[in-house]
């Protein structure tokens, strides 16, 4: 066991990302310089849904320092149509016609309709203002219910109506017998907000294309270097060898930066037309109104329950209000609903869903973009206990299911194998006293104080259960390569594009723990699309399992490979050889001791091996997720509602997590908490709102989309369960998205217990301190 | 609808301006002067910047104050409080000389912005630029603060923090002139104060910010002198003297300042933004006033 001890895995390494980051010495694309770089902006739509009727740039075109200006219509001449990346997530749903700058038709405020290129940033948006556009307007189509009326305005021509998509009935379990046996039936419309990323550093991209060589490269803010390459080679119509993208350091994404954008695909073009680097950052302006949101879906759910808090069945209907353009919003209600039942033993589901167009910013990927499964599942357990009297958190102690064997499946089919929620609630309990609590609680009441407890529990996918579907959850298995390079150090190429992460620490501590070598002598490379295995890159949480059993199955193959080739240089046999401590030596004959930099050189000198080991030390390995599969937890809030002014104060946080195998517990916790911190953002703070008459964006510049601070996070208390190992080496489950699953129903639990003397029933997501006092009826709903 | 001409125009980059950087008043007062109504004084830059970035401010001209010693100074001769306009909100948060003579402007301080924006941003760009959620300008009126301003044209004025706020982001001051102190007159012995505010986050603009003083009879105990100014209400900062005259001769007891409360809460039509309704600003209002009165007043008490 001391041999634990010395491992990396485990231990809260130092992050080796924070001595370049801290000291300012990062490298994003904004800092990408490149010689004669031209600087783009973008016309947008200043309403939200019209036609075009007449752009005249003549003015634009003449202005100082102006090189080009593009309008859709020229633009989409050198482009290849297609629908891009939005059939990509759009899982069937119909993909609706439209081009790169809007050319006929604008559909939300800050649609591209113009690019102006030009010597500097400040004189591209100089031109910009000298673009005319005439615009036709049209009624915005604002809400589901909008988009549901016959009579509203199809935002695409091409689609029928504003209603994308209807999903036939999904029935698991005997539904009707649930209901039919269930003693009450608990009902509630529950509606969850659009909000939006906002990740620290916008968008950006820099594109320069060769004319000599005809290939593009482009520098890009990504979360995955390949899907930008297919993306932008497919719309320009390059082989995807001419096209390789770059990825420098990433100051946050949260799920936006996913493949290329239409304005990446523009300066793509503009920079192939004009044979001159084209950059284009995004502003704080564009990023809030434009790039992406999330979030905003609405349910219609019935329980059925039994008197003593048994929870029989659901039926929900669910609404998504997709946004204008193809974004994930037909991609996440079919991950809803075979999420929904959690960590618990419903029996029975019916779901069924609608997705919606409106004029609003496309629907995107958000931190645990399914996210609503558990806020409206864990908001409904509360539900169920107040309508029978009982304890939250004995509802579902009651309907929590155990570990047995075999293990048991989801009603909608997945297997539960390995789940620790019932652990993880009974280590919510033990931590916070409750009786003690509702002691407190009472006590606090008679002086005007109004304090809440609420938990929750839930599970995710991180990658999910193998069953025998190939694995590595939606994206498949995860590819990696390793190269002991001539100064023995291994180096290690991952499709992953850590943006906050950390990969380059906790792929090391893995691979410097399975080779054998200090962590030092590990580097990680990430984000060159020549260099690093295809792959999807880094999303739904996929990263510790798959990359991370990658990391250790590539390790293992290098060190198998490095033995064979020492067995040769030794002529002793493979098992006989020793690494430890960055040298190979026989087995007991310490003087045979060679370096991994020597054994690198002599591998590629010529003729010392047979061909096929002789060259460069390198191997690839792929892993499928192997056993793992689920990492989940419970967390509980206590808040204190102050009922005269709506404020809520976080008074303690504390978090049961079950990841699995710590890589480095600190990086764990830092993702516990920064995800935690921007479920508390959610609920008390940030809103994307829309003027519903106009379609103006009204949440544009953040004095108007408030972002959690320091000073809103409480400290955040973290107990580990470290699950029973299913597989025999990787044991290492995706921790990034958790925290902001599971923090906005725990916060809305703990807000409603505060509001009970009210009678209060919290329906929203949302609750910021005007809807507080909203729903103690302190003042009209306005 | 203030925010759809912003959202029309979506860039971050500013204008096209002109920049002076006077070392003088003199000189600060000649260039604005020459400029007309098209320059804009630039006093910590922590509204105006944000501003030009979103090309909602055109100035042609910056007239950068920064280099002018003569604002920068703090003053306490004869007992009366006088800030230059370019003293940084930070060195006047940490002046012990406010915290004794306007003990309301020292706890206003740090409720504004974080100490970043505190460190750049100045007692008089706040002032000029006359935001109606802001903290100072309740301040000013709750002190009864005389604003002195300076052109070239007409020399020197003093302009009663009542008359200096005339509208939503405009102030008594013509574009040719500049403020250069807050003269604070000394208050009464025995005065109490408080501030307060609701903010979405701590450092953000107030939802509705309220700031009271409270002096009591010493031989009565009961309420000389009440005066409450409310920040986010209005066009402008609102001075609230039907409340104020409500409570004079009042005993300081709870029900006077809840009574207070509910009459300023029927004096106000506060406005409605993504941040809370009319209904909340104006209940939100009422707590405010009814919390910063009564502590006003027991700190007048403990000082009596």
Same mark, same amino acid.
């Given at each position: ?9 485990g231990?809260?390494?130092?992050r ?7 000291t ?10 490149l ?5 783009a902006?973008?016309v947008?739509s200043?309403v ?7 752009i ?45 700058l ?21 004189l591209?948006e100089?031109?910009?203002?000298l673009?005319?556009?005439d615009?036709?307007?049209?009624p915005?189509v ?5 988009a ?7 935002i695409?021509e ?16 005997d ?60 719309a ?8 390789r ?39 704080r ?19 059925a ?30 991950l ?6 959690g ?7 019916s779901?069924?869903w609608?997705?919606?167009v ?10 645990g973009?399914?996210?609503?499964e ?28 155990t570990?047995e ?6 009603v ?14 009974e ?14 609680q ?34 498949g298995?995860?590819?990696?390569r ?18 906050g ?10 691979a ?7 962590i030092?002598?590990?580097?990680v ?5 020549d ?12 990263a510790?399992?798959m990359a ?7 390790a ?6 490095v033995?064979?080739?020492?067995s040769?240089l ?15 030596a ?13 054994l ?8 010392r ?11 690839t390995a ?14 509980a ?46 609920v008390l703070?940030?809103?994307s709102?829309y003027?519903?008459?106009?379609g ?22 973290i ?20 925290g ?43 | ?7 029309g125009?979506?860039?971050v ?15 600060a007062?000649f ?6 109504d ?7 830059g ?5 501003l ?15 280099g ?14 006088a800030v ?30 974080h ?6 941003g ?10 109606? /959620? +802001?903290?100072?300008?309740? #301040? *000013?009126? =709750? @002190? ?7 052109s070239?044209?007409r020399? $020197? ?11 939503f ?30 903010a ?14 409270v ?26 003297p039907?409340?104020?005259?409500m ?25 409605a933004?993504?941040?809370?309704? /009319? +209904?909340?600003?104006?209940? #939100? *209002?009422g =707590? @405010? ?8 007043a027991?700190r007048? $008490?403990?000082?009596?």
């Open positions: 066991m001391q041999h634990i001890a010395e491992r990396y895995t231990a809260s390494v130092r080796s990302e924070d001595p370049r980051i801290l300012g010495s990062g490298r994003y694309v904004d800092d990408v310089r010689p004669g770089m031209l600087h902006a973008f947008r200043p939200a849904h019209a036609r075009i009727t007449r005249d740039v003549r003015a634009a075109a003449e202005a100082p320092g102006v090189v080009l200006v593009l309008t859709g219509e020229e633009l989409e001449r050198s482009l290849v149509p297609g629908p891009g990346i939005a059939a990509m997530f759009s899982r069937g749903a119909p993909v609706p016609a439209f081009t790169t809007a050319s006929d038709k604008v559909r939300v405020v800050g649609d591209p309709v113009v690019l102006v290129v030009a010597e500097s940033r400040y591209a100089d031109a910009c203002e673009v005319e556009v615009y036709e307007e049209l915005a604002m809400t589901p219910q909008a549901r009326d016959p009579a509203s305005p199809a695409f091409d689609l029928a109506g504003n209603v994308l998509m209807h999903s036939p009935v999904a029935v698991f379990g539904v009707d017998g649930a209901f039919a046996r269930a003693d009450r039936v608990v009902r509630a419309d529950l509606r969850q907000h659009r909000h939006q990323n906002a990740p620290m550093e916008c968008r950006g991209v820099v594109c320069s294309f060769d004319p000599e060589s005809g290939e593009l490269t482009v520098h890009s803010a990504t979360q995955g270097v390949h899907i930008v390459r297919t993306t932008l080679s497919t320009l119509g390059l082989p995807p060898e001419k096209v993208v770059l990825a420098g350091d990433i100051g946050g994404s949260f799920g936006l930066k996913l493949g290329a954008y239409r304005e990446d695909v523009a300066c793509a073009a503009a920079s192939r037309q004009l044979g001159r680097p084209v950059r284009w950052m995004e502003d302006l564009e990023n809030l109104t434009f790039s992406g949101q999330a979030r905003e879906e609405s349910f219609e759910v019935e329980a329950i039994t008197n003593e808090g048994e929870i029989l069945g659901l039926r929900v209907k669910m609404t998504i209000d997709t946004g204008a353009y193809p974004g994930m919003g037909t991609m996440l209600p079919e809803v609903k075979t999420m929904i039942p960590p618990y033993k419903i029996g029975a589901l779901f069924e609608t997705a919606v409106t004029n609003k910013a496309s629907y995107v990927a958000y931190r973009p399914w996210a609503s558990t806020w409206v599942r864990e908001r409904m357990v509360d539900l169920v206990a107040m309508e029978l009297g009982m304890e939250p958190i004995q509802v579902r102690l009651r309907n929590v299911a570990r064997t075999p293990p048991r499946r989801m909608t089919g997945r297997s539960l194998a390995g789940v620790t929620a019932k652990e993880s609630l280590a919510i309990a033990s931590t916070v006293d409750l009786p003690s609590f509702r002691r407190l009472a006590g606090a009441r008679e002086h005007g104080r109004y304090l809440g407890f609420g938990v929750a529990t839930y599970i995710e996918p991180a990658p999910g259960p193998l069953e025998g579907k190939g694995g590595g959850g939606i994206m298995p995860e590819q990696i390793l190269r002991l390079a001539e100064d023995g150090t291994v180096t290690l190429f991952t499709s992953q594009m850590p943006h992460q950390s990969h380059q620490t906790t792929f090391a501590q893995i410097a723990d399975e080779f054998g070598v200090p030092e002598q590990v580097r490379v990430v984000g060159d699309s260099l690093v295995p295809m792959g999807f890159g880094t999303g739904g949480s996929r510790a399992t991370g059993g990658a990391s250790l199955h590539g293992r193959a290098l060190k198998a490979r033995k064979e080739i020492a040769h030794f002529e002793a046999g493979a098992e006989d050889i020793e690494l430890s401590g960055g040298s190979v026989v087995r007991g004959v310490p003087a045979s001791a060679m370096s991994l930099a020597e690198a050189r002599a591998a590629r000198a010529p003729g091996l047979p061909p096929s080991l002789a060259g460069d030390v390198e191997v792929a892993f499928d997720g192997g056993e793992g599969g689920w990492s989940g937890g419970s967390h809030a206590i808040v204190e509602v102050d009922v005269e002014t709506g404020q809520v104060r976080v008074e303690r946080y504390v978090v049961a997590e079950d990841c699995g195998t710590l890589i480095n517990p600190a990086i764990v916790e830092g993702q516990v908490r920064g995800g935690v911190a921007q479920g508390i953002g959610a703070l940030e809103r709102v003027d519903e008459e106009t103006q964006y009204l949440s544009s510049t953040f004095m108007d989309y408030v972002l959690a601070t320091a000073c809103e996070i409480p400290r955040i208390e107990e580990h369960l470290e699950t029973v190992p299913l597989d025999a080496d990787v044991n290492f489950r995706g921790v990034g998205e958790g902001m699953i599971i923090a906005p129903p725990t916060l809305c639990n703990a807000i409603e217990d505060a509001l009970s003397p009210f009678s209060a029933r919290v329906l929203e997501q949302h609750l910021p301190p005007a809807r507080i006092l909203e729903l103690i009826g302190a003042i009209p709903a306005g | 609808m203030k925010d759809a001409a912003r959202v125009s979506l860039t980059k500013p204008p096209p301006f002109d920049y002076s950087a006077p070392d003088t008043l003199e000189e007062l260039v604005l002067g020459e400029a007309g098209e320059a804009r004084p630039l006093a910590g922590q509204s105006l910047v944000p030009l970035s979103l090309r909602l401010a055109r100035p042609s001209r910056l007239v950068d104050l920064a002018i010693t003569a604002l920068k100074a703090l003053d306490t001769a004869g007992g009366h409080l230059g306009a370019m003293v940084r909100e930070r060195e006047a948060e940490r002046d012990e000389r406010v915290r004794s003579l306007a003990p309301v402007l020292a706890d206003a301080l740090p409720l504004i912005g100490p970043a924006i505190r460190s750049r100045t007692i008089g760009g706040s002032l000029s630029h006359a935001d109606p /959620a +802001a903290e100072l300008p309740a #301040v *000013a009126l =709750v @002190l009864e603060a005389e604003l002195v301003a300076e070239r044209a020399g $020197r004025r003093s302009i009663p923090a009542a008359d200096f706020f005339t509208g982001f405009t102030t008594a001051l013509a574009p040719d002139e500049l403020l250069t102190t807050l003269r604070v007159p000394s208050s009464a012995p025995g005065t109490g104060w408080a501030v307060d505010e609701v979405r986050r701590h450092g953000d603009f107030a939802i509705v910010g309220a700031a009271a003083m002096r009591l009879d010493t031989s009565t105990g009961r309420i000389e002198e009440a005066r409450l100014a409310l920040a986010g209400v209005g066009d402008t900062p609102v001075r609230l039907e409340t104020e005259q409570l004079a001769g009042a005993e300081p007891a709870d029900g006077a300042f809840a009574d207070a409360a509910e009459n300023t809460m029927t004096r106000l039509s506060p406005p933004d993504v941040h809370g309704s /009319a +209904a909340y600003r104006r209940h #939100v *209002a =707590v @405010l006033a009814r919390r910063t009165l009564k502590l006003a027991q007048a $008490r403990e000082a009596a």
